[in-house]
């Protein structure tokens, strides 16, 4: 058995008499509100452009900027959680997400706003891996499943509420209340811990090695980075600015991997995908993010530009379906404990390839009922497929290998997020050119709407392909158990 990495694990505490449920819901509440932070603001853009006097571009850096830093600090976590205790992690990382929320409440300029959601996303960057790894470590794999849906329930319940909470506040506050009301929760959340959270690890402190760090952030943040400009107003694909930094970005990635490969303590241990189910689920994980993230945002595209509603109306409308996404997924979790992964995922997998076909066929004339109920289905099913299969995976893994796997996933999450994103946007965009190239009244507003339901079918279409690929997949799934050391 190969032994690299051995040593940059965690050392275990003795947990007989560790009580389990405080220190879950330490995490989650400060878990819930560092992801809703994530989704809360982007409602405000538009009296933010007005306020502090900035082009759209400028201020697509407070969400670029966020996915970006979360994207950079991820794949450190690895080292980092084998640096520091779980308290000492977890009291970090809300201090820094407090620190950036009062920042970003008080700020006079963009620059100061820029900066303090800067260091919200160092929080969360830093958070949910140590909340994944440290529900690998406090509880045995027979019982990963219920606890990794409660991490589920928070995940998808926090940012499938920001838009819809944020319209509310903006109805009669102004824009920083959202972080006002957001500040007591997270300090609340310092003091439960405090109280309650437990080391669950002992620090092994390995060697630093500067270069992987160097070219994990040059590759993650320059992939990133180029995925989330496409739309930012530089140019598309055809701008230097885009590809340049996604050329420098794999590159670097190709170099990182190659090293991880070579050094005695690597930064992020790729040999975790040595194990068959730890790399199914990867490649699941990428397909279901791009998938999830692509229909958060083409919906709303469809919402506002064909049907003409409001964003809080197009926010009202997806809500139910996040919110059962994150209220099942408990539920998921103990099935998984019951039954394994197959009973979940194969189904799942086939009623999500149902979903994105009749996605397809959405037009004008489709009924928000229709929507709705399409919304909620698909919700549920990437609900069945999401939470088991990442247990699963990381099931299989040797404890050593837990900080790695938690890292592993948790970037890759956030790379098919930002690609998937701009992936799908892009190719809506060029449907609707398509269309009104060919339209004889280009500028009318049922033509428009037209070429808006043209791009969102095109898109979707490619999301059918990617359900194709996600059932195949599912179908070599199969149940693991935690090798020994």
């Known amino acids: 058995m190969n032994t690299a990495g051995a040593s940059a694990a965690s050392a275990p505490f003795d947990l007989g008499n560790v009580k389990r449920l405080p220190i879950l819901i330490s995490l989650i509440i400060g878990a819930f509100f560092s992801i809703l932070n994530e989704t809360l603001l982007n409602i405000a853009f538009p009296e933010l452009m007005i306020e502090l006097n900035v082009s759209a571009p400028t201020l ?3 969400a670029t900027g966020y996915m970006l830093v979360v994207g950079v600090l991820v794949p450190a976590s690895a080292l980092l959680v084998q640096w520091f205790t779980t308290r000492q992690m ?22 100061f706003l820029l900066a303090g959601r800067l260091l919200q996303a160092a929080g969360t960057g830093l958070m949910l891996p140590v909340m994944m790894n440290t529900i690998l470590v406090l509880y045995p794999p027979e019982k990963r499943g219920a606890a990794m849906g409660s991490i589920g329930l928070v995940i998808m319940f926090a940012p499938a509420i920001g838009p819809t909470l944020s319209g509310l ?7 920083r209340w959202l972080f006002y009301m957001v500040l007591p929760f997270a300090l609340f959340s310092i003091v439960f811990a405090s109280i309650y959270l437990k080391n669950v690890s002992q620090p092994t402190k390995p060697k630093v090695d500067v270069i992987s760090i160097v070219l994990s952030t040059l590759g993650f943040g320059g992939i990133v980075y180029g995925f989330s400009s496409t739309g930012e107003g530089h140019g598309g694909w055809s701008s230097p600015e885009v590809y340049g930094t996604i050329i420098v970005g794999a590159v670097a990635l190709l170099l990182f991997v190659l090293r991880q490969l070579r050094v005695k303590e690597p930064l992020m241990d790729i040999r975790a995908f040595r194990f068959p189910m730890f790399t199914l689920t990867a490649i699941l994980l990428i397909i279901m993010m791009m998938t999830l993230f692509s229909t958060m945002a083409l919906l709303p595209f469809l919402f506002q530009g064909a049907l003409g509603m409001t964003v809080f109306a197009s926010g009202l409308l997806m809500l ?5 996404n994150g209220l099942i997924s408990p539920l998921t979790g103990k099935l998984f404990d ?37 919304h909620i289905c698909m919700m549920v099913a990437i609900s069945m497929i999401m939470m088991p299969t990442q247990t699963n995976g990381l099931n299989q893994l040797p404890p050593r290998y837990y900080p790695h796997g938690t890292a592993i996933l948790n970037t890759l999450q956030q790379v098919a ?4 994103v701009a992936f799908f946007i892009g190719i809506m965009s060029s449907g609707q050119r398509r269309f009104l190239e060919s339209s004889t009244a ?8 037209e070429a808006t339901v043209a791009g969102v079918h095109n898109a979707f279409l490619y999301g059918f392909g990617f359900a194709v690929v996600a059932l195949v997949l599912a179908l ?10």
């Not at 139910?320 to 059962?324: C, F, T, V, W």
């Not at 997020?417 to 998937?420: K, L």
């Not at 280009?442 to 709407?449: E, F, V």
């Open 60 to 62: 697509q850096w407070l």
């Open 90 to 111: 977890f009291l970090g990382a809300m201090t820094l997400f407090s620190i950036g929320t009062l920042v970003c409440g008080t700020a006079p300029e963009f620059g």
């Open 169 to 175: 506040i903006l109805e009669s506050l102004q824009w």
């Open 320 to 324: 139910p379906g996040s919110l059962l």
């Open 338 to 374: 019951k039954f394994g992964p197959r009973a979940l995922v194969i189904p799942g997998a086939a009623f999500l390839l149902v979903l994105m076909w009749f996605f397809t066929r959405v037009d004008i004339h489709t009924s928000k009922v229709e929507f709705l109920i399409l």
């Open 417 to 420: 997020g930002a690609i998937g």
């Open 442 to 449: 280009p500028a009318s507003p049922a033509q428009l709407a």
């Open 476 to 485: 070599f799934i199969k149940r693991t158990k935690t090798p020994a050391q």
